[in-house]
């Protein structure tokens, strides 16, 4: 089973993520996307994956979307790739890719829809959070 996850290891979230990977017995692929972001065409096929709007893959907090302007919808999704291949920490993380679809994984333990393995033991998050996996996921496409 291949798991991918778009990583930025200074994120609280993402590290939850790829913790619960781990924690459901996988091994992701790490892809630490400010040290080596996506093409233009990935990060399209990336957004196409998940069913979202370009919008709602885009990170206000910590980056430049306010001064820049991103907010008006004058932007073309077009011009919002390019805008996140030049300023990669504009794409909001972590998304992870498996078998059963791509998902932006806000808050962490939504990656649990995605993993395709059956229910997991409890799992505590760096906060403390304790989070109880009720066994759901996507069928698969």
Known sequence: MTVTIYHNPACGTSRNVHALIRHAG?????????KTPPSKDELRALVAATGQPLRALLREKGTPYAELGLADAKWTDEQLLDFIGHYPILMNRPLVVTSLGTKLCRPSETVLEILPVGPLPPFTKEDGERIVDNGVRRPRP
Request: overall charge negative; proline content about 11%.
């Open 26 to 34: 996988l091994e992701p692929t790490v892809i630490e996307y400010l």
